[in-house]
C-alpha cells in the first residue's frame, strides 16, 4: 500500500509539472534545415521523429504526409503517420496505413503492435484480438501479443461480457416465526450498442409458504450522460410476492461527479397495489461513492409514507464494491400471507462483490431489518458472479 501511494504521489508531481512546464520543439536545426531544403526526405524524417518525441502529433502527422507522397510504401513513414493519429485521437484513419505497412513489411513488430493498439482504440476489440492472436504466431518469441490478448479478454468480460448471477439467502425472524429464504439467478447479455437485457428467477419461501416469481429487463445509456431502464415480473398463484409488477428508471450524470436517478414501480398484489416513487442523489470521490434515496410508498386506500436510504460504497478492482447502507421510515411489506401492510422500518447492511478475477467473483451480504412490532430479521446471502 506505501509503494501505490508512493506511486500515486510521484504520478500526480509528474502531471503538474508537465501542465506546467514549457512546450517541447521539434528539432529547430532541422525545421531550419528542411525550410530551406523541402526536398531532403532523411532530413525531414528525422524532423518528424523530433516532433513526435517532442509531443507534436500534428507537426509530426504533416512532415509524414509529405513524405509518403515521395514514397507511399516506406514502412517507417508509415508507422510514423499512425502514431501521430493515434497521437491525435484518430485511430480509425490510422488503420489503412498499419495495414498496407504489414502489407509491405511483414516482419516489422512494431506495425503489427501499433494495428493492435489502432484497432481497440477505434472500437473494434473483435478484430485487435484476431490480430493479437496472429501477432503470437508471427512473433513467437514476442510477449506482448500475449499480454494484449489478455488484456483485450479482460476490457471484453468488463465492458461487452454476459453476467450470470445465483445466489442464496436465509433470514432469521423473532418473534418466533419461521425462518425466509430465497434462491436467485439472473443472467445479464449484452444487446445491439450499449442495451442490455436482464431475465431471472426468484423462489422466495416464506411463513411456510412459497412463491416463484420471473422477471425480465432491458437498460439501456444515451449518450455519456443518460440511462434508462425498464422492467417486469410475474408471479403464478403467489401468496407472498405480487401478482405482477413493473418497473421504470431513468439516470442522470450531472457536473461535479454527481448523478441523479428516478424510479416508478406499480406492484398488484391479491388485496392491494402499491405504487412506488424514489429519487437517489449520489456523488462520487475517487474509488468512493455515497447516495441518499427518498422513496414514497402509497398502497391503495392509504396515504403516501416515505422513507430514507443512505450509502456508502468503496470501489476497486474489476468492478468489485463494499457497501453499508442504512434505511429507515415507511415501507409496505408482506407481512404475513396475503397481507401487505405499512410498517416503520429501520435497517443496517452490510454488502458487497469481491471479484478473484474479471471471470468470477463473490457476493455477500449480512444485515438487520426491523420490520415496526412485528419482528426483527438477521439476513445472510452469499452469491456467485460469473463473466462471459
Known sequence: ??????????????????????????????????????ELSDERDALARSCSRAGRAAEALAHYEVLLRVDRDNPDWLLGQSQALLALGRAREALPSLERGRAVAPA??????????????????????????????AFPAATWPHERQAALERARLLERGSRLS???????????RPSWKAVTAQLERPLAGTRRLLAGLNLEERFDTQDEQLSVGIVDRIGRNWSWGVGADATHDPEILPDWSVVAE???????????????????YET???DSLAVTV????????????????KPTGIDWGFGHGLRVAHDYEYG?????????????????????????????????????S???????????????????????RLGLEHRF
Open 358 to 380: 474479471p471471470a468470477w467473483g463473490l457476493a455477500w451480504e449480512v444485515g438487520w431489518h426491523e420490520q415496526g412490532d412485528l419482528y426483527d430479521r438477521i439476513r445472510f
Open 272 to 274: 392491494v397495489d402499491v
Open 166 to 176: 445465483l445466489g442464496a439467502s436465509y433470514e432469521n425472524l423473532s418473534s418466533g
Open 108 to 137: 516489422y513488430e512494431d506495425i503489427w503492435r501499433a494495428n493492435v493498439t489502432a484497432l481497440e482504440a477505434a472500437g473494434e476489440p473483435e478484430r485487435a484480438m484476431a490480430l493479437a492472436t496472429e501477432a503470437g504466431r
Open 282 to 297: 449520489e456523488q462520487y470521490a475517487e474509488r468512493f461513492r455515497i447516495a441518499y434515496t427518498l422513496t414514497g410508498t
Open 1 to 38: 500500500m506505501m509503494r501505490g501511494a508512493r506511486a500515486g504521489v510521484i504520478g500526480l508531481l509528474l502531471a503538474m509539472a508537465l501542465q506546467t512546464a514549457p512546450a517541447a520543439a521539434c528539432d529547430p536545426a532541422l525545421e531550419a534545415t528542411v525550410a530551406a531544403q523541402p
Open 250 to 268: 431513468l439516470g442522470r450524470m450531472l457536473p461535479g461527479s454527481r448523478s441523479i436517478g428516478l424510479r416508478a414501480r406499480h406492484a398488484e
Open 320 to 356: 468489485s464494491h463494499v457497501t453499508l447502507a442504512f434505511a429507515y421510515g415507511e415501507e409496505a411489506e408482506t407481512v404475513a400471507p396475503g397481507v401487505v401492510q405499512v410498517t416503520d422500518v429501520r435497517a443496517a447492511v452490510l454488502h458487497g462483490v469481491h471479484w478473484q
